[in-house]
């Protein structure tokens, strides 16, 4: 695999943790060259620029699904990335709630599920390993 | 007008200068009550709240807005507040370079294009005042 | 709480009933001022306007979230809402039916679809109450 | 021409006068099938059926063109519509104030700008035909 | 029925197979005539045009489904009418592979999930039938 | 610069001749980044890859862009491409009416009249050469 890719898959890794390796498995399941260019562009190219830190993209990241409206899987993904990279519970909160003012209440509130959903099993893990 | 209106027209004041109150008229003439409810919710109310700071806001509002993709009006209007909250040029390209995973590269080309503008015109009035 | 807050949830209670708490509890639980918010603002600030009666706001409600395309919780939960509020059956198809024309096909039928849903819920409750 | 083409028409007529034959001349300037079809199918189909008056179907078409985000010559054409259907000015305003809370900001801010727009344009006609 | 209807209904079948059949009976249970349309406008009026062959037609409506972001049931429809068409699996995908740069990662690997769930249904019913 | 830019600038250039420098150039303008991104990633990755032709894949380009609603500029962009790589305007103008049934009237409308603008130009350009 090409440089950029182990690049993508650490910081996939560092952001998901093991449901990095099941996203690619997922992906690859249906198309190998989907799941290794989903590896390569976002995270091995984007994620891995300067001028942001994790936690900031993982907060944008949030701001940008909940207004897609339509991107509930990858928004309860990236509340684990935003919590693993050091958000904290009230900030990934806090994102959804100002987007109110840009996505409408619909997408703001299915996006708020999907979160208490994510933060839920964060929890529910990180209380298992305790 | 109330204390919310007070607090969100000192917000967007801060935010955007004299576009503050050129925003107030233009939809004023409109409608007063739209104007009215504009400073007093998303900005006396969203982002009257604690939990994120002034720039952390401007960049997810950036982030959201690329991912609308119809909202170019406000994103050159944010991208002023960005950089007047504190935000660097590099950081407000970055957002948008970012949204290219999830808003696909029309919305964020033309997200970026209206960037562009938005700095030139900052850039201009900086240059001005000095 | 808020005059607001006692105007939006009258106003809630009286388009969908018990399922008016449901929402401020399921909401609340991730985010009780995210369930505040939503009563306060589109309930106790733009439904509680004049100009347009509850009815006629109910079928711009089912217009604009068949166009969204992504909101069909909240499009269930409007049908409700727009048959409490007096319009018929046949009017809450008919918009969508009209929405076919702006939102295309799939978004109109996955309306339709919700739409039928909520539909022989509604008949269900009203037919255990009789 | 078909049936459905003279009904739809005199529908597209009744509601916007001479911009009617104006949007057919412009479509069909690059696609005469395209305008052909507009005319049948929303107007000489969807909006020629019953259970819904003409007031309540441009008002709907409001919402949902407001929600949509990338439709304003088609919002600025049915604000004109509205009107000729017997909308007053407040109506079609709080129709558009009312998808704040669907559409979000933007969307709405824009949709409120084009509609006033098309308020003057309106106003002005009258004026000069008085 | 109009002719339009039974032409409709001839390419629904060609494309879907039982599937159309299922189709216009589970939306006719809401509304017949949301049902009727729906046969006769996309299929017996649009579909049933010259200019594309029904496999560049089916190629299309997967590359227009993945960017609406909101149309996974009739994504996973039109895999199937596209295999039917006969464009390969693998086409199928390349289609939603390039609409990473236009729809972004979200609705494409959304699309993507589905098409590999309608993709293994084809082949589970292609073997069946061996 | 990388093989994968090489790549990239040179399907840019064969399917939109001196218009992929302009493009270069205005986007790189704001982000050289960004500009290097936007030929490396969906022109020299997804445009390079085999399994379906250059016609094929400007075809659903033009799909999935009228179903954005909000890709004007680069729909005008890709009707040239699509021209330039062989396919021709009577199958461009099909490709956004079978549209209509995905994306609505609005979003279609506005992108017949962008290609026909496109087209235009198209034929101004061949006309000056001949």
Redesign the interface.
């Known amino acids: 695999m090409s440089e950029r890719y182990d690049r993508g898959l650490a910081i996939l890794r560092e952001h998901f943790g093991d449901r990095a390796d099941a996203l690619i498995e ?2 690859g ?3 190998p ?2 799941a290794r ?2 590896v390569e ?2 995270f091995g ?3 891995a ?1 300067e ?2 830190d994790q936690t ?2 993982e ?13 509930l ?2 928004l309860k993904l990236h509340v684990i990335g935003a919590l693993q990279c050091g958000a904290t519970e ?2 990934v ?18 996006a ?2 999907a ?2 959903e994510a ?1 839920n099993t964060w929890r529910a893990e990180r209380s298992a390993e305790a």
Chains 1, 2, 3, 4, 5, 6 share one sequence.
């Open positions: 997922n992906v399941a249906v198309s060259d989907f260019i989903n562009f976002p190219e984007l994620y620029r001028g942001l900031q993209r907060l944008c990241a949030l701001a940008g699904l909940t207004c897609l409206g339509h991107a899987p990858q009230a900030q909160l806090e994102v959804i709630i100002q987007m109110i003012a840009y996505a409408g209440f619909p997408a703001a509130t299915n708020l599920l979160a208490g933060i």
